[in-house]
């Protein structure tokens, strides 16, 4: 499904396959509003949707120009990620996955909100790509590969999210400045912080928790 121009809007509607497809997104979005609330996605995975820029692009909805978009109360299984371009002002509220390899994704957005989700025994939950002036707040994940990776990001707030095992809380990568990781709690996480690469000096890391070690 290809939407040009449009939005896609969906409310208590159900999204099931049993096949990976190959080569492309099941949905793409292009300068249009995603909203969906109280949806459920099952087994919508993908491979190389965008083989050209595989280590950039990927996921099951793809949206690029998504301004103002929304997602709330949906459940998540098996699938590949929900992934937003170029978007602003992107809202993922209460919403529950389990068994994904990503969930959610973004790269290059602004002002975006990730609150009170809840992730199960996913390779790695949330992306943050070259994402700036966004919230992910009060996020709960449980036995993720990696709960949340954050990539050439600065100036995001990350506060009082959980993370209960696992193999890494936060993966933090190349680190810009301006960003605030505060009241977060690890339990049993093997690396609460990751660190990789070169971050600016200029990040705030105030009243984290660590438990369990």
């Known amino acids: 499904?290809?939407?040009?121009?449009?939005?896609?809007?969906?409310a208590r509607a159900e999204f099931l396959s049993q096949e990976t497809?190959?080569?492309?997104f099941r949905i793409t979005v292009q300068n249009g509003r995603v909203a969906l609330a109280d949806c459920r996605f099952a087994g919508l995975k993908t491979f190389e949707p965008s083989k050209s820029r595989a280590a950039f692009i990927h996921g099951f909805l793809y949206c690029q120009f998504g301004h103002d978009s929304k997602v709330e109360h949906c459940d998540f299984i098996d699938c590949s990620p929900v992934m937003f371009l170029n978007s602003s002002r992107v809202k993922l509220l209460r919403n529950l996955a389990v068994r994904c390899d990503y969930?959610?994704?973004f790269l290059n957005c602004?002002?975006?909100r990730v609150d009170w989700n809840e992730f199960f025994n996913c390779a790695t939950a949330v992306k943050v790509n070259g994402t700036?002036?966004?919230?992910?707040?009060?996020?709960?994940?449980t036995d993720c590969g990696i709960g949340m990776e954050v990539y050439r990001c600065g100036e995001n707030r990350f506060m009082g999210n959980a993370f209960f095992g696992g193999r890494e809380g936060m993966r933090l990568w190349g680190l810009g400045k301006g960003g605030l990781f505060a009241g977060n709690r690890f339990e049993s996480v093997r690396h609460?912080?990751?660190k990789r690469g070169e971050h600016d000096a200029d990040?705030?890391?105030s009243g984290n928790e660590v438990a369990g070690e």
Not at 1 to 10: H, M, T
Not at 21 to 24: G, I, R
Not at 132 to 141: A, H, P, Q, V
């Open 1 to 10: 499904l290809r939407i040009e121009d449009g939005g896609l809007n969906a």
């Open 21 to 24: 497809l190959t080569n492309s």
């Open 132 to 141: 700036r002036l966004s919230d992910f707040f009060s996020n709960r994940f």
């Open 203 to 205: 990040n705030v890391f």
């Open 192 to 194: 609460p912080f990751s």
């Open 110 to 112: 602004v002002e975006c």
């Open 103 to 105: 969930v959610f994704s």
